[in-house]
């Protein structure tokens, strides 16, 4: 069975930053394409960065120039890192990966202090 176990969320002040870890278990396969989504408080989920397999990557306006999304294919790993956090970044954050199954991991609270 394919799971998705994310880690690395927290607390973090204003401008300051965090790396989530997504690690894929129970399978030694690579996913073709793996996300970063993140659900703002009272709001519909929405797509941070994608990574595909063979290195092509997408980050999302609101998140250029502060967010990177990396892969580590041999630890079939993917991360997201994001820099000069704001208060309106409070979300949980969720990965997904697709090969094309359809998997998502369990999410993970990133809150911004003022």
């Known amino acids: 069975q394919v799971q998705l176990v994310q880690s690395g969320g927290g607390l973090v002040q204003t401008g300051g930053s965090l790396r989530l870890s997504c690690a894929a278990n129970g399978s030694a396969t690579g996913f073709f394409v793996m996300a970063w989504y993140r659900q703002l408080p009272g709001q519909e989920r929405e797509l941070v960065a994608t990574?595909?397999?063979?290195?092509?990557?997408t980050i999302y306006e609101f998140a250029k120039g502060r967010f990177t999304i990396s892969r580590d294919n041999a630890k079939n790993t993917v991360y997201l890192q994001m820099n000069n956090l704001k208060p309106e970044d409070r979300a949980v954050y969720y990965c997904?990966?697709?090969?094309?199954?359809?998997?998502w991991g369990q999410g993970t609270q990133v809150t911004v202090s003022s």
């Open positions: 990574a595909t397999s063979d290195g092509g990557y």
């Open positions: 997904r990966g697709k090969r094309p199954g359809d998997y």
